[in-house]
């Protein structure tokens, strides 16, 4: 993957084109970590799309921000990004925070977009608040080992964020990176929640997590796939970034809804 940055912006970014004809497939990974995250992604879809991954605001290296770069910015970004490089459109994968980004850009740009593949994540055009609150305090606990010790909030959020140990220890070494001062751009996120009305989608959807996510992450997928009658995989042996836990089975089942036909 090559890495790029964005003129006029803070943002990060890594592309690996193999054929100007082929389709694109753009990858925003979860909060603390960054776009490697994806490395086994990259590696079995190297060749069978272009693809890009970006760094969020705050995250790897885009962290160069200047006054007024803000995290609600990141659809903006992208869309330059899409602009730069002549992107008409692509599909999009989206882990836990991420899944919040490739949203947006759907709403905002929703002729750019072939697909969403949402893991981990919540539909944030028809969040119940109630939920949030009912984790918000395991939450407020974390933020505050992050302010005592970024080594002890990472030893902690590898145990929520992955399942399998290979997992953890790779999803800690990125994390351990995270810098306390970017936690000031997650404060914008309440920003993106019921902005936008619930409506038809064009676009393919696919919805999941891991059996061993959080429960109020398993009932939030499977209640998303009952209303919006998408694709809904809970993959076996894995937690909260499928990703990582289970690389082999997400390559194949991602693959195989790339390749369905539009709804």
């Not at 709403?107 to 949030?132: H, M, P, R």
């Not at 997590?209 to 939030?220: A, K, L």
């Not at 209303?227 to 937690?239: L, M, R, S, T």
């Given at each position: 993957m090559e890495k790029l940055y964005l003129e006029k912006s803070p943002i990060a970014y890594y592309i690996d084109i193999t054929n100007t004809n082929k389709e694109w497939l753009v990858f925003i990974h979860a909060a603390f970590v960054d776009?490697?995250?994806?490395?086994?992604?990259?590696?079995?879809?190297?060749?069978?799309?272009?693809?890009?991954?970006i760094d969020i605001l705050g995250h790897g290296n885009s962290i160069n921000a200047k006054k007024?770069?803000?995290?609600?910015?990141?659809?903006?970004?992208?869309?330059?990004?899409?602009?730069?490089?002549?992107?008409?459109?692509?599909?999009?994968?989206?882990?836990?925070?991420g899944t919040v980004f490739i949203q947006d850009f759907a709403n905002k740009y929703e002729n750019k977009v072939l697909s969403l593949a949402?893991?981990?994540?919540?539909?944030?055009?028809?969040?119940?608040?109630?939920?949030?609150k009912a984790n918000s305090k395991n939450q407020m606990k974390m933020m505050l080992k992050?302010?005592?010790?970024?080594?002890?909030?990472s030893k902690a959020n590898k145990k929520i964020s992955a399942y399998t140990s290979d997992a953890q220890t790779a999803f800690y070494n990125l994390n351990i990176q995270f810098k306390k001062s970017s936690f000031r751009y997650l404060a914008g996120l309440q920003k993106f929640i019921n902005k936008f009305p619930k409506k038809q989608r064009i676009y393919k959807?696919?919805?999941?997590?891991?059996?061993?996510?959080?429960?109020?992450?398993?009932?939030?997928?499977?209640?998303?796939?009952?209303?919006?009658?998408?694709?809904?995989?809970?993959?076996?042996?894995?937690g909260h970034c499928v990703n990582m836990d289970v690389p082999k089975e997400f390559n194949l089942y991602l693959e195989k809804f790339l390749q369905k036909g539009h709804n």
């Amino acid at each position: 993957m090559e890495k790029l940055y964005l003129e006029k912006s803070p943002i990060a970014y890594y592309i690996d084109i193999t054929n100007t004809n082929k389709e694109w497939l753009v990858f925003i990974h979860a909060a603390f970590v960054d776009h490697r995250m994806f490395e086994k992604q990259f590696e079995y879809f190297s060749g069978k799309y272009n693809l890009l991954a970006i760094d969020i605001l705050g995250h790897g290296n885009s962290i160069n921000a200047k006054k007024g770069d803000k995290i609600e910015k990141m659809s903006y970004w992208i869309d330059q990004i899409f602009q730069k490089h002549n992107i008409s459109a692509a599909h999009f994968v989206g882990v836990s925070l991420g899944t919040v980004f490739i949203q947006d850009f759907a709403n905002k740009y929703e002729n750019k977009v072939l697909s969403l593949a949402c893991f981990g994540g919540y539909d944030i055009n028809n969040f119940d608040n109630t939920k949030q609150k009912a984790n918000s305090k395991n939450q407020m606990k974390m933020m505050l080992k992050a302010l005592f010790s970024i080594k002890w909030f990472s030893k902690a959020n590898k145990k929520i964020s992955a399942y399998t140990s290979d997992a953890q220890t790779a999803f800690y070494n990125l994390n351990i990176q995270f810098k306390k001062s970017s936690f000031r751009y997650l404060a914008g996120l309440q920003k993106f929640i019921n902005k936008f009305p619930k409506k038809q989608r064009i676009y393919k959807l696919l919805v999941g997590c891991g059996e061993h996510d959080i429960p109020m992450e398993i009932e939030i997928v499977n209640d998303w796939a009952k209303y919006e009658n998408c694709d809904k995989i809970i993959f076996k042996g894995a937690g909260h970034c499928v990703n990582m836990d289970v690389p082999k089975e997400f390559n194949l089942y991602l693959e195989k809804f790339l390749q369905k036909g539009h709804n």
